[in-house]
C-alpha cells in the first residue's frame, strides 16, 4: 500500500480491544482510489491473515493516532498493540503471502534496505494519481487475476502436444529405432553400457535399459498415448504430468539421433515443471522464465554467432526455400521482393530480442508480449513444417494470460473444470518448489552465459548434472542460415548401370512434387535427411545403416518412404547422390510446372551392396 506522507516511527500503543483480535489490522485511506485498488489487491493476496479496513471508519476506534498521519502511510496495527507505519507496514502485511516473506527480513537487516524502501514509499504516496493511472495503464484493475483457467487450459494444450509427439514419433518407431531399423535402440544401449559402464544409466536415463525391444517401444509410445488422453481428462493429472515426462524422456535419450531435437528438449522442460502446477506463484514464472529465454536466446545466437546474413538482414531470402521441410507457402513468400525480406528479417530480429522482456513486465505489457510472439510463431507454422514446436510456444504464452483475458475468448464456465493438479502439503510443497526452482535457474543463467561465451566451473558442472534430464537446455534455430539446399536422393540398381531412386515422403525429391502442409506431425527420417546433406556421411554414420536397411528390405524402414521402385525384392546396390535444390521461379514454375530446380552435384555415397557391408564388417 502507498499512500502519501512519510512513513511514522513504530510506537507501541496502549493494547486496544480491537487489536487484541488474534489478526493484524491494516488501516489505509478509504477515499484514495490508488490505496483502494491496491488494498483490494493485497487482501486476496493476504486471505484471512490480516483485516482491512479505511480509516474513514477506524480513525474514532484509535483517538491516539492523528488522522493527518492515517490519510499519509498505510497503518498497520498488530494485537499486541505495536503500530507500523508506510513501507514497513507494507512489508509486514506481506510476509504473511509466500514468496514475498523475504521483504520484511530485507527491511530489518540488509543495509540501505529501509530508507530506500521509505523513500520510494513516500515518492509515490506523494503522487497516488498519477500511481493510480499508471496502475490501471499497466496492470488494469483488479490489479491481481486469476489463472484457474490458463493453468487448466494449459495442461490440456500440454496433453495434446504430448499426445502428438507419441504418435507421431510411435508410427516411425520401428523403422527408426526398432530391432530392424535404421539404429536399434538395444544397439545404441549397448554401446552406452559397454563404453560408459555403470555411469551410462545416469547418463541415458531411460525406461529401456529393462527391455529395448518392439515391444516395450511399443508400449512406451501407447502408455504416453494413454496418459496423455487422461491429462486432457482431467484425471490423474499430476501422476499423469510425471508419467507422461518420464516415458518421454526414455524415447528422447534412448532415440538418437532421431530425438534430439530442440522441441523435444522444450516439450521434456515444460513436462518437467508442469508436475509442479499449482504449487507456487513461482512455477508460472519459471513457465515465463522458460519461455524468455526460449525466445530470447533465439534471437540472441543470430547476433552472437556473427553470421553476416542475420547481421545484413539477409537471412530470410534464403531462409524459405533452405528449411529443412517448407510449406506450400513458402514458395510463394521466397518470391517477394528483397526489401520484404529484409524487413522480415529485422522484424525476426526485433520480436526475439526486445519482445521477451516484456515477459517480465506488469500484465497488459504481458498481453502485449503474448500477441506479438503467437503472431510469429502462426506466421512460422504457416511457412515451414516445425511439427509440435509452433504449438508447443503457443502454449507457453498462455502463461502470459489470465483468466480475466481469456474469458473474452473462452466461456468462463469452463474456470470450473480447468484447475491444476492438487497440491502436497505445505512444507514438502515449499522445500520441493525451492529446490526445484533454485536448480533450473541456476542451470539457465550457465546456459545463458555459456551462450554469450562465459564459461564457469560451478556452471558447467551443474548442467552436466542436470543435462542428461533435459530439464534446463539451450535454445536458438537457425543461428547460421543455410544459404543453398544440397539433398540427398537415395537410388538404387540391379546391375549397377540403371539406377532407379527412392521417394520420401515429404523432404524434396521429385522437383514436381508440391511441399506439404504435415506439421504437427515429424517425419524425423526426412528431417535427418536435411542435416546429413549438410555434412558428409562420416558425421552421419547411420546413414550407412539406412542404406544397409534399404538393401536388407526392412519392412519398417520402407514404410518410412513414400515409394519403393523396388516392390518384389530388395535390389543388389545402393547409392546415394547430392543434388543442389532451390525454389523456381514465377516464369520457370509456368514453363514446366516445378516447384522446385536441381543440379547434380556428385556422389555421397559410392555404390554399396550386403557384400560390401559384410566386407567391411558392418554386419
Avoid at 483488479?142 to 490440456?156: E, N, W, Y
Amino acid at each position: 500500500m502507498t499512500l502519501r506522507g512519510p512513513s511514522v516511527t513504530d510506537q507501541p500503543l496502549p493494547p486496544i480491544e480491537e487489536t487484541n483480535k488474534a489478526k493484524p489490522l491494516l488501516v489505509y485511506d478509504g477515499d484514495c482510489s490508488f490505496c483502494r485498488l491496491w488494498a483490494d489487491y493485497w487482501r486476496e493476496l493476504t486471505g484471512d491473515s490480516i483485516r482491512y479496513e479505511p480509516f474513514q471508519q477506524a480513525a474514532s476506534r484509535f483517538p491516539d493516532i492523528p488522522r493527518d498521519t492515517f490519510s499519509s502511510a498505510v497503518q498497520l496495527l498488530l494485537p499486541d498493540g505495536e503500530r507500523r507505519s508506510g513501507a514497513h507496514a507494507a512489508f509486514s502485511a506481506l510476509a504473511a503471502v509466500p514468496g514475498r516473506r523475504w521483504l520484511l527480513p530485507a527491511y530489518r537487516r540488509v543495509p540501505g534496505f529501509a530508507p530506500v524502501s521509505e523513500a520510494a514509499y513516500d515518492f509515490i504516496a506523494r503522487h497516488r494519481d498519477f500511481a493510480y493511472k499508471a496502475t490501471r495503464f499497466f496492470w488494469g484493475t483488479p490489479v491481481r487475476q486469476k489463472q484457474l483457467l490458463v493453468s487448466g487450459l494449459f495442461l490440456r494444450a500440454l496433453a495434446i502436444v504430448y499426445l502428438i509427439a507419441f504418435i507421431s514419433f510411435g508410427v516411425q518407431a520401428q523403422g527408426l529405432i526398432g530391432e530392424a531399423g535404421i539404429v536399434p535402440l538395444g544397439d545404441t544401449l549397448s554401446s552406452v553400457r559397454q563404453y560408459y559402464g555403470a555411469a551410462g544409466y545416469r547418463l541415458l536415463p531411460s525406461l529401456f535399459w529393462f527391455h529395448a525391444g518392439d515391444a516395450a517401444i511399443a508400449m512406451v509410445w501407447l502408455a504416453g498415448v494413454v496418459l496423455a488422453l487422461l491429462l486432457f481428462l482431467g484425471v490423474w493429472k499430476r501422476l499423469a504430468c510425471v508419467g507422461l515426462f518420464l516415458l518421454y524422456l526414455s524415447l528422447a535419450s534412448a532415440g538418437q539421433p532421431f530425438m534430439n531435437f530442440q522441441w523435444d528438449a522444450l516439450l521434456l522442460e515444460a513436462g518437467f515443471l508442469a508436475i509442479f502446477m499449482g504449487w507456487s506463484r513461482v512455477v508460472v514464472w519459471l513457465f515465463r522464465w522458460l519461455l524468455f529465454r526460449l525466445v530470447f536466446m533465439s534471437g540472441a545466437v543470430k547476433l552472437l554467432s556473427g553470421d553476416l546474413t542475420w547481421r545484413n538482414l539477409t537471412a530470410l531470402q534464403f531462409h524459405y526455400q533452405t528449411q529443412p521441410l517448407p510449406t506450400p507457402l513458402a514458395w510463394y513468400v521466397q518470391q517477394l521482393p528483397a526489401w520484404f525480406q529484409q524487413g522480415s528479417t529485422a522484424a525476426v530480429l526485433a520480436i526475439e530480442l526486445v519482445a521477451p522482456w516484456f515477459i517480465i513486465f506488469p500484465r497488459r505489457l504481458r498481453f502485449l508480449a503474448a500477441v506479438v510472439l503467437i503472431s510469429l510463431q502462426v506466421l512460422i507454422l504457416l511457412t515451414g513444417n516445425y511439427t509440435f514446436f509452433n504449438l508447443l510456444t503457443i502454449t507457453l504464452c498462455l502463461f502470459l494470460l489470465d483468466d480475466a483475458r481469456l474469458g473474452r475468448i473462452l466461456p468462463r464456465r469452463w474456470a470450473g473444470k480447468m484447475r491444476g493438479p492438487s497440491p502436497l502439503p505445505g512444507r514438502l510443497k515449499r522445500w520441493t518448489v525451492g529446490v526445484m526452482s533454485a536448480a533450473v535457474v541456476l542451470a539457465s543463467l550457465a546456459v545463458l552465459l555459456e551462450a554469450a561465451g562465459f564459461r564457469s566451473e560451478t556452471g558447467s558442472d551443474l548442467l552436466a548434472a542436470v543435462a542428461p534430464l533435459e530439464i534446463v537446455n539451450s535454445y536458438g534455430l537457425f543461428a547460421v542460415m543455410t544459404t543453398s539446399r544440397p539433398e540427398i536422393v537415395i537410388e538404387g540398381s540391379n546391375d549397377n548401370i540403371t539406377w532407379s531412386e527412392y521417394e520420401f515422403k515429404y523432404k524434396p525429391g521429385n522437383i514436381y512434387q508440391r511441399p506439404a502442409w504435415i506439421a504437427p506431425h515429424q517425419p524425423r527420417l526426412d528431417w535427418q535427411m536435411w542435416f546429413a546433406a549438410l555434412g558428409n556421411y562420416r558425421n552421419n554414420p547411420w546413414i550407412l545403416e539406412f542404406e544397409y536397411r534399404l538393401l536388407e528390405g526392412s519392412p519398417g524402414v520402407l514404410r518410412l518412404l513414400k515409394q519403393d521402385p523396388f516392390p518384389s525384392a530388395p535390389p543388389r546396390y545402393i547409392r546415394a547422390q547430392l543434388y543442389q535444390y532451390r525454389f523456381t521461379t514465377w516464369s520457370e514454375r509456368r514453363q514446366t510446372g516445378a516447384w522446385w530446380h536441381r543440379e547434380l552435384l556428385g556422389a555421397y555415397l559410392p555404390p554399396l551392396s550386403l557384400a560390401d557391408f559384410r566386407r567391411i564388417g558392418r554386419r
